[in-house]
């Protein structure tokens, strides 16, 4: 029976062959036209290449300061955090388990719409300042995480100002 089947009528086409003579219809340049750029293989067109004219990527105004590591904060609105109990401590594991943050590795920002019924102790990498304070009222606590890398940072202006005031200190001693 497997032997009686037959693809559809044109659904098997044969591949065109370019460039074997005039008599194929498209012998000789094989249908990409004399010269140029577009006739030669391998290298296609440059995006954003206008072929001379100052490109619009360059002629549009660049307007702010964009970072190259901006910082992207997951968002967490303070109404969603009544689904906790009075006095928890709410930390990224609490807030995953919770579905209120997508991932425990991202940092994460509390933001205040919505009103706080419970006390609750927040750790979160920023706060609004609204937010901060709508916790503050309800008897609750916050603490800034600070993310790794900023913390060596500080690590390493702090020795770098505690070696500055132990140079100072030694040239008193000798003055």
Do not use: C, W
Request: aromatic share 4%; net charge positive; proline share 3%.
């Amino acid at each position: 029976m497997l032997h009686l089947l037959k693809s559809p009528k044109g659904s098997r086409r044969r591949k065109f062959i370019k460039g074997r003579g005039p008599a194929s219809g498209l012998g000789k340049q094989s249908g990409r036209g004399d010269n140029g750029q577009r006739s030669r293989s391998g290298r296609g067109i440059i995006l954003g290449s206008e072929g001379g004219q100052m490109a619009l990527i360059r002629r549009i105004p660049k307007v702010g300061f964009n970072p190259l590591n901006p910082k992207i904060y997951q968002i967490v609105q303070l109404d969603s955090l009544n689904k906790f109990d009075a006095g928890t401590v709410i930390d990224a594991d609490k807030l995953k388990a919770a579905q209120l943050i997508s991932s425990r590795r991202k940092i994460y920002k509390i933001l205040s719409r919505g009103e706080l019924k419970k006390a609750l102790t927040v750790k979160a990498f920023a706060f609004s300042a609204d937010a901060a304070e709508k916790i503050k009222k309800a008897g609750g606590t916050i603490e800034v995480i600070i993310p790794g890398k900023e913390l060596e940072n500080m690590a390493i202006a702090q020795k770098k100002q505690d070696i500055k005031a132990a140079k100072k200190a030694k040239k008193a001693k000798k003055a």
